[in-house]
């Protein structure tokens, strides 16, 4: 690996996870396409959000394969700048972003809106994996240290307030000292700290965020309010029968009964119109990049690459689990996109770093491997 050359490209490519790749791809245009179905009952937007995302597509591809080529190894000695830099953009985002819905996320950029705190989440795994492999959490001080390193970027973003994103962080900092493998016992005794803290956190909480969790336990408590999305949700899923009503025909976001059918409840417009089937499909493709992430970590020799692999395991399969969760009332509703379905441009390009990230460790992996074999 070294700087971006074209000859470095057709070297990596060679060594490239083409499946990795060619999930990707496929999940981005199943993305297009249900943003097409459900931007045509919105507004009649569709053709305009399914373009928009198309070319985020592009660029994200684009930016896979070039991640792929610089390599990790190199983007790790950013480390610090780069997380540096972002923790900055997290602090301009409560400056200057506009609220919205309650919460500072998104910062406007003219015709197109910046989320620092999805670019974070790269930072934060560059980072970690820097700390964590220099410092092995084998005793309590760099156990410690490895949180302290993630708190300032969890914090400005639980501020927002974002507690999706938040949780999204925690589950990063979590797998990644698992596998850096510290005692388990250190494990333990934050789960304890953490139920015994629960209460206080409740109290923590904004009047909009209890009411979302206590929806979750019973959606009928406020019907047309709080819980009228999670309702219509479960609807859209529970409609889409075996084999789904069909490619535009789904009703709840066509009669604009679904909200945000485009962002965060992408997956009932999916599963409304291809069904239990199609969503097993889904969950197979998504299942194929969790098995080509597990694959480039294992094959890492080096335990840099392991952790970061685990950070970006932990990240894509917890938005997975908790965007597909909240449609079908396994999770409360956080607003969390589901990677690569969920209409915006910093969500895709982030995940899509993120993998290329993954591909660099496993084409690390296979130069390694071939060098040792004498073919280059």
């Known amino acids: 690996m070294g700087v971006f050359s074209f000859s470095a490209l057709k070297e990596d490519m060679a060594a490239l996870d083409k499946l990795l790749f060619g999930s990707i791809v496929l999940l981005g245009v199943l993305g297009v396409v ?22 985020w597509l592009s660029i994200a591809c684009a930016a896979y394969v070039a991640i792929v080529s610089v390599g990790y190894e190199k983007i790790m000695d950013l480390a610090y700048p780069i997380y540096g830099v972002t923790l900055l953009l997290l602090l301009l985002t409560l400056l200057v972003a506009p609220a919205v819905k309650g919460a500072q996320r998104v910062i406007p950029l003219g015709f197109i809106s910046f989320q620092p705190s999805e670019f974070a989440k790269i930072s934060l795994i560059i980072v970690l994996t820097k700390f964590l492999s220099r410092y092995p959490p084998l005793t309590l001080k760099p156990f410690l240290g490895g949180i302290g390193v993630g708190l300032p970027a969890l914090f400005l973003v639980l501020i927002q307030p974002d507690a999706g994103s938040g949780m999204v962080y925690v589950v990063i900092i979590m797998s990644m000292l698992f596998v850096a493998g510290p005692p388990l016992k250190y494990f333990f005794s934050m789960m304890i700290a953490g139920m015994a803290l629960l209460p206080f956190a409740w109290f923590s909480l904004k009047e909009y965020q209890k009411m979302r969790l206590l929806v979750f336990l019973d959606p009928t408590r406020d019907p047309l309010g709080a819980g009228y999305n999670a309702i219509q949700s479960r609807i859209a899923v529970g409609s889409g029968s075996l084999w789904g009503k ?74 997975m689990f908790e965007a597909i969760g909240m449609s079908i009332g396994l999770m409360p509703i956080t607003g969390i996109p589901l990677p690569f379905l969920s209409y915006g441009g910093s969500s895709l390009l982030s995940v899509s770093i993120a993998l290329g990230l993954v591909g660099s460790v496993y084409a690390s992996a296979n130069s390694a491997k071939r060098y040792k074999q004498g073919r280059i």
């Open 34 to 55: 249900c943003i097409f179905s459900a931007g045509a009952g919105y507004a009649g937007r569709g053709w305009t959000y399914a373009a928009r995302q198309l070319s």
């Open 246 to 319: 069909g490619f535009l025909q789904g009703m709840q976001s066509k009669l604009r009964f679904l909200p945000e059918p485009h962002t965060d409840f992408i997956f009932s417009v999916y599963a409304e119109e291809f069904g239990f089937w199609g969503s097993f499909l889904l969950l197979a493709a998504f299942g194929l990049v969790f098995t080509r992430v597990i694959t480039a970590g294992m094959k890492s020799r080096d335990i840099r690459g392991k952790i970061l692999v685990a950070g970006v395991a932990g990240w894509i399969w917890f938005q």
